[in-house]
């Protein structure tokens, strides 16, 4: 499942919309399904190795090795809240297709997200 995240991309494709992704605003998959809302942004990293007290406490879980909390931190990621009963997703900055103003659009399918 994991092997795919570790050959990412860690320069992200679109670097236009790196800049900031509010809190709360909606996400959209490939297929014009919304899957959640935005829960946390976390930039890209401008270091080589950063640090991984850096990945926000909330978001951390045993399920995920510290290898691939590195590369979210390298790639930079979305958190994404899905509901009440859902586990959250992560959308990897490469897998965001654009931005407007109320919603993140993706270029891949809900289902293929990281789950939490």
Do not use: C, W
Request: glycine share 6%; proline share 7%.
């Amino acid at each position: 499942m994991f092997e795919d995240i570790y050959e990412m991309e860690t320069e992200p494709n679109r670097p236009e919309i790196l800049d900031f992704i509010p809190d709360g605003i909606a996400i959209i998959d490939v297929d014009g399904k919304k899957v959640g809302t935005v829960k946390h942004y976390q930039a890209p990293s401008a270091t080589a190795f950063p640090d991984l007290r850096d990945f926000p406490p909330m978001l951390r879980t045993a399920s995920m090795p510290d290898e691939l909390v590195f590369h979210m931190l390298k790639a930079g990621f979305m958190a994404v809240n899905t509901g009440f009963f859902s586990k959250d997703r992560f959308v990897l900055l490469h897998q965001i297709d654009y931005v407007t103003d109320d919603e993140v659009f993706l270029d891949t399918s809900g289902d293929d997200l990281l789950k939490a």
